[in-house]
């Protein structure tokens, strides 16, 4: 499954219009494109469409109010707009735009707007005549001398009975609207310094048969894989991606190799040739079943005992190659983390590693992480941010390392 917007960040602003409804369907749109989707709302959005609506289409909990304490704990307002790689305003009111025109940050989407570095973009939609108005005019010629894009509007029927230019465009329009837009922005920002580089990343957890209904397995969401698959492509590489089972979308520009156990993952990394830095991401499972059943276990109220044998170590014989590439690992700890994260590396023949706690919340199927890099004869710590960022402070440190 391709998705061009893989790994992207979009805050969706809904200001209040009955064409809020339609923003429901382009949170779902921009998710099956890949985006991670944020969703915020102004006061007046509410009446026309719940926030556990869009709640439900995009997993995550929708900001109403500037200053709410228990969000702010979590990601507060700056954060969020440092987080976007992009906001998309659907339905942009009137009374919205006239606020972003003349800088007026007085509630949670305005403030947003104005906090942001990344490109923002509104979607009108209003009466014809409202739109057709000499100050709706002026403030639309006032943001697009600020940098703000305007998708639409349309022309068509409107909620009122009138016909004309004034209507939301259609969810699919927009979302192609910023493809466009962000692939514009990935080929002028790109940073080709792994071009001409094969990269091969593992990634996710994996699955070890007890029978054919059950299987042993972890908590790892493959995020930071994917991340790094997709950074590596963004910077030239020829990439290929071996995942354990995920739903995440595949990385544009990236080949996919699906796999399961640990066994399947070996098969695939050691039937690829030459390689330039392998990236050992994926938690692969230490033990599996020495002898799965062929058949369903019945539940038989006794103790059940399973014998299990050592997986193989995949990063360990990618290190072992005659021709061996640069050798990235990780390291989840839940306690002694740069201990334990140093001897592993040296243990494994690892180049770098990546070493965070986990545990109590902390790592698995999460957005953002905190991570420890440790090389010979050097360190450095990442504070806690999204795995995407991450991602490209890996790399950053790969370049560091190799001094090319």
Same mark, same amino acid.
């Given at each position: 499954?391709?998705?061009?917007?893989?790994?992207?960040?979009?805050?969706?602003?809904?200001?209040?219009?009955?064409?809020?409804?339609?923003?429901?369907?382009?949170?779902?749109?921009?998710?099956?494109?890949?985006?991670?989707?944020?969703?915020?709302?102004?006061?007046?959005?509410?009446?026309?469409?719940?926030?556990?609506?869009?709640?439900?289409?995009?997993?995550?909990?929708?900001?109403?109010?500037?200053?709410?304490?228990?969000?702010?704990?979590?990601?507060?307002?700056?954060?969020?707009?440092?987080?976007?790689?992009?906001?998309?305003?659907?339905?942009?009111?009137?009374?919205?735009?006239?606020?972003?025109?003349?800088?007026?940050?007085?509630?949670?989407?305005?403030?947003?707007?104005?906090?942001?570095?990344?490109?923002?973009?509104?979607?009108?939609?209003?009466?014809?005549?409202?739109?057709?108005?000499?100050?709706?005019?002026?403030?639309?010629?006032?943001?697009?001398?600020?940098?703000?894009?305007?998708?639409?509007?349309?022309?068509?029927?409107?909620?009122?009975?009138?016909?004309?230019?004034?209507?939301?465009?259609?969810?699919?329009?927009?979302? &192609?609207?910023?493809? &466009?837009?962000?692939?514009?922005?990935?080929?002028?920002?790109?940073?080709?310094?792994?071009?001409?580089?094969?990269?091969?990343?593992?990634?996710?957890?994996?699955?070890?048969?007890?029978?054919?209904?059950?299987?042993?397995?972890?908590?790892?969401?493959?995020?930071?894989?994917?991340?790094?698959?997709?950074?590596?492509?963004?910077?030239?590489?020829?990439?290929?991606?071996?995942?354990?089972?995920?739903?995440?979308?595949?990385?544009?520009?990236? &080949?996919?190799?699906?796999?399961?156990?640990?066994?399947?993952?070996?098969?695939?990394?050691?039937?690829?040739?030459?390689?330039?830095?392998?990236?050992?991401?994926?938690?692969?499972?230490?033990?599996?079943?020495?002898?799965?059943?062929?058949?369903k276990l019945k539940k038989s109220g006794e103790t059940l005992s399973l014998e299990l044998v050592p997986n193989?170590?995949?990063?360990?014989?990618?290190?072992?190659?005659?021709?061996?590439?640069?050798?990235?690992?990780?390291?989840?700890?839940?306690?002694?983390?740069?201990?334990?994260?140093?001897?592993?590396?040296?243990?494994?023949?690892?180049?770098?590693?990546?070493?965070? &706690?986990?545990?109590?919340?902390?790592?698995?199927?999460?957005?953002?992480?905190?991570?420890?890099?440790?090389?010979?004869?050097?360190?450095?710590?990442?504070?806690?941010?999204?795995?995407?960022?991450?991602?490209?402070?890996?790399?950053?440190?790969?370049?560091?390392?190799?001094?090319?």
């Amino acid at each position: 499954m391709n998705a061009p917007l893989s790994n992207q960040r979009i805050i969706v602003g809904v200001s209040g219009g009955i064409a809020a409804y339609k923003a429901v369907v382009l949170v779902r749109r921009l998710i099956e494109a890949g985006c991670e989707v944020r969703v915020v709302m102004t006061e007046a959005a509410t009446r026309f469409v719940a926030p556990l609506s869009f709640q439900a289409v995009s997993g995550h909990p929708v900001r109403t109010t500037l200053l709410d304490a228990e969000a702010e704990s979590g990601m507060d307002h700056i954060a969020l707009a440092r987080w976007a790689d992009a906001v998309v305003v659907a339905p942009a009111s009137a009374n919205l735009m006239a606020r972003l025109a003349n800088g007026f940050a007085d509630d949670l989407l305005t403030t947003l707007c104005l906090a942001t570095s990344a490109p923002v973009h509104l979607a009108p939609a209003m009466n014809r005549q409202m739109w057709a108005h000499p100050a709706t005019r002026a403030n639309r010629d006032r943001l697009v001398e600020h940098g703000v894009t305007l998708l639409g509007p349309a022309a068509g029927a409107q909620a009122c009975g009138e016909t004309g230019e004034g209507r939301m465009l259609e969810p699919e329009v927009i979302v &192609e609207a910023i493809v &466009e837009a962000l692939a514009d922005a990935l080929v002028a920002n790109a940073r080709p310094d792994l071009a001409g580089r094969h990269v091969v990343v593992t990634a996710g957890g994996t699955r070890e048969p007890i029978d054919p209904v059950r299987f042993i397995a972890n908590r790892s969401s493959g995020r930071m894989g994917f991340a790094l698959a997709a950074e590596a492509a963004r910077r030239g590489a020829a990439v290929t991606l071996i995942a354990g089972p995920s739903a995440l979308p595949t990385p544009a520009g990236v &080949e996919r190799v699906d796999v399961e156990t640990a066994a399947e993952m070996q098969a695939a990394v050691e039937s690829i040739g030459a390689m330039d830095i392998f990236v050992g991401a994926a938690a692969v499972a230490d033990y599996r079943v020495a002898a799965p059943a062929d058949h369903k276990l019945k539940k038989s109220g006794e103790t059940l005992s399973l014998e299990l044998v050592p997986n193989p170590d995949i990063i360990r014989r990618v290190a072992e190659r005659a021709e061996r590439p640069f050798v990235i690992g990780f390291a989840a700890e839940t306690d002694h983390v740069r201990e334990y994260a140093a001897a592993k590396r040296v243990a494994k023949g690892m180049d770098l590693i990546c070493a965070n &706690e986990v545990g109590a919340g902390k790592g698995f199927d999460r957005p953002d992480n905190a991570l420890l890099l440790l090389w010979d004869g050097g360190e450095h710590e990442l504070p806690q941010a999204d795995k995407t960022r991450l991602a490209g402070e890996i790399f950053d440190t790969y370049h560091q390392i190799t001094q090319d």
